[in-house]
């Protein structure tokens, strides 16, 4: 097991990248804790696999370093990172057994018939296929077939990081859940260092101890589930984080007021001074309620039911605008209006957040 | 359950089908029926001589002869084919020009004419002008197949191999590239062999196609005519004389219907059989593999 470094990280598919457009992946530098539990999270096709796959040597980066520890991997093949990797679609080797599946990896490796009957046994048991051993694994659900492939990476004892690229995409929804607290047990026992790509925000932020946000080829944001629904530090991550997602205001921001355009003031808690650029403010609708009096006003145009809570659609200032509306609290009637929970406004500029002053966050 | 509404008009929709299968198929073959059971002295005269000419064929030397070198035949051809068909099929191009342009190539030996590959077979192997035969007989190496029994086979067999390799291997990369690249990825990370991976991923992943191959390649094989006709006319002696050409030269060179229908329909009954066991063994062995 080891620390994951990659340095300096760029990838492009093209051979000859002109532009920073041709780049699949845009230079990142990023660490990987030893034994931390992470989730790549982003829209599809953002380069969270091209990422995985240069991690576990499927693809050598056009340029940058790897380090697994202190060893830089960049030219070391897959076999020898010893790095387990889980794809979206179960991979198994049809014509084995289940045995024989998971003692693959080991009998590659030319380790003793011992040695390998005791870990099968002991991955059997952890992934619960202790019956299914002696079956073909031609045939298996789709479930079986994935705990399969997930125990084929973790039989090896001394795997650097387990890699899983969307596993549960071809999952029921009720297995998804058993799975994925499986992992996350298996996380804890184990401490292994997992790395989960997923486009659902839900399997992340359940799933991971630090969510990574890709968009477009770039790491927006590194962070907890708590950071990232908090303060996100780019508006691709309001939008995808939460739903629905953050809502986003054209706006001036002017000292510690951001005035939007149809002449409204919103009161920002703190100085932001003068900012240039396109500046845009961020709320979630978590954290914006109804007014009485004072605040701004919206049209309301659907409300939907989810069961624990409303959603109201509605518009403010001529953008879409989400309110989410707890249990219990009436509609509104006539001529609603809304207000923000003070300091949990975010403000943007050119899309990355502009983080408040120090002195006065406290206030 | 839903009342099952009986309609015996549409049999008649059946009808046109039916007239044609009897004309194509059930009608050409009883007449070989009627043949085969009946002795003719031309003048459409005919007389009953029950099982006398299946008698005769089954107990028939030369028959047997002719049996023996078609089933070595087809035993030689598939053995070659196959693994060969398989070994161009993993080292073709997967994408880009390339690709296209092999696939082209491969394809142009099945669509050339039977006679026509038999006529430019038989030209190469010719000592006097053929590049085969002339090189070699240059090398001082003695290679005539119109005298040499073993000549004329190796030249019958390479021929087979030139024209019908490319299906086996066109049936094998479209299998082939019906394999995710995901498979080759975790067989990377599992650290396999290149055998284990052809072993565990890509030959169960063409076992289907390698089925249809197999079988394609054992009627044709076994029912091989003009080829063989063309280069060597079954020669020299009976040395090349397979099942079809003994079938043409007892039926068109000798007149000798009855015996000849009788060795037809033997013919076709041993083709149905084989292919018909061949085709079972091998989908329940596809059956038990993914029941177990």
Known sequence: ?363 | MMQKVQNNKAWFLVLPVLLLVAFSAVIPLMTVVNYAFNDTFGNNQFFWAGLEWFDEMIHSERLHGALGRQVLFSAIVLAIEVPLGIFVALNMPKKGFWASLVLVVMALPLLIPFNVVGTIWQIFGRQDIGLLGHTLASLGIDYNYTNDPIDAWITVVAMDVWHWTSLVALLCYAGLQSIPQAYYQAAKIDQASRWAVFRYIELPKMKGVLLIAVLLRFMDSFMIYTEPFVVTGGGPGNSTTFLSIDLVKMAVGQFDLGPAAAFSLMYFLVILLVSWVFYTVMTNFDKTEAGQ
């Open chain 1, 1 to 363: 097991m080891a620390r994951i470094t990659l340095q300096d990280l760029a990838h492009s598919y093209s051979p000859h990248p002109r532009s920073e457009e041709d780049y699949a992946l845009k230079k990142l530098d990023l660490v990987w804790q030893d034994g931390g539990a992470y989730a790549l999270l982003g829209a599809s096709g953002c380069g969270k696999t091209t990422l995985l796959n240069i991690i576990s040597g499927l693809v050598r980066p056009s340029q940058g370093r790897i380090l697994f520890g202190d060893r830089d991997v960049t030219d070391a093949p897959t076999a020898e990172r010893n790095i387990a990797q889980v794809f979206q679609f179960p991979v198994v080797y049809d014509t084995m057994t289940v045995r024989e599946n998971l003692a693959f990896p080991l009998r590659n490796r030319g380790r003793d018939a011992a040695y390998i009957a005791e870990r099968v046994a002991r991955i059997a048991r952890m992934i619960g296929m202790e019956e299914m051993l002696s079956r073909k694994a031609q045939g298996l659900t789709a479930d079986a077939k994935q705990k399969i492939s997930l125990g084929r990476g973790m039989v090896r004892e001394d795997v650097n990081a387990i890699l899983f690229d969307e596993p549960l995409t071809v999952i029921d929804p009720h297995m998804k859940w058993e799975l994925r607290s499986q992992l996350k047990q298996l996380h804890r026992q184990f401490s292994h260092t997992m790395i989960y790509v997923t486009h659902d925000q839900t399997e992340a932020l359940t799933f991971a101890d630090k969510v990574v946000v890709m968009h477009d080829g770039r790491v927006v944001q590194i962070g907890t589930p708590e950071e990232l629904f908090e303060r996100p530090a780019h508006s691709f991550v309001g939008y995808f984080i939460g739903s629905p997602g953050m809502n986003f205001l054209d706006a001036k921001i002017i000292g510690q007021r951001a005035l939007l355009p149809g002449g409204e003031v919103v009161e920002l808690g703190a100085d932001y001074g003068v900012l240039a650029g396109g500046s845009r403010i961020g709320i979630r609708p978590e954290h914006v309620h109804l007014a009485a009096e004072g605040g701004l006003p919206i049209a309301i145009r659907r409300v939907e039911d989810v069961g624990r809570h409303r959603i109201l659609r509605s518009e403010l200032a001529g953008r879409d605008f989400n309110i989410v509306l707890p249990e219990g609290v009436p509609l509104p009637a006539a001529a609603p209006r809304v207000a923000f929970v003070p300091g949990k406004i975010s403000v943007y500029v050119d899309d990355w957040r502009i983080a408040p002053p120090l002195s006065e966050r406290a206030a």
